[in-house]
């Protein structure tokens, strides 16, 4: 299997000045590009903490042949 890469994207900012997420643009070097979803995680550094965990959990469970 060839080398991969994560993208992500990771930034604190009070829940109540969030209005809007989009999707991240990525370019590949064919040309192409992808879009990253972005994900919001709320709450206090140890459920923040804890959920971001499980999501990283649950996203390599999308790929078992990694």
Known sequence: ???????????????????QVGAAPVTLNNGNEAQVTMHVLEGSREQIENQLKQSIDAFFDFYPEI
């Open 1 to 19: 299997m060839a080398d991969l890469v994560l993208v992500y994207g990771m930034r604190l900012l009070p829940a109540d000045e969030v209005k």
